[in-house]
């Protein structure tokens, strides 16, 4: 019997806060690193490029950059 799979917010709809509580919930760890936060270097003050990771580990499937065999275990709502 095929599992249901969790559907949550749009990650377009969510602010810096909450997308990197999924982020850190859902998506790590991400190479070694194991919990996301905001960032402390000058002129990096937004989380575009995680938010470019996210869209393309949704795009393939698979939530590991290198193994397709983990699949992501969430879909995502539209965006309002």
Do not use: C, W
Not at 26 to 33: L, S
Not at 36 to 47: V, Y
Request: charged fraction near 35%.
């Amino acid at each position: 019997m095929e599992q249901d799979i969790a559907k949550v917010k749009s990650a377009d709809d969510m602010d810096v806060e909450t997308f990197l509580k999924h982020i850190n919930a859902r998506h790590t760890p991400i190479g070694r690193m194991t919990k996301f936060g905001r960032s402390n270097i000058p002129g990096d003050e937004n989380e575009d490029l995680l938010r470019t990771y996210h869209r393309k580990v949704h795009e393939h499937g698979a939530d590991h950059p290198y193994n397709r065999e983990v699949p992501v275990n969430h879909i995502h709502k539209e965006s309002k």
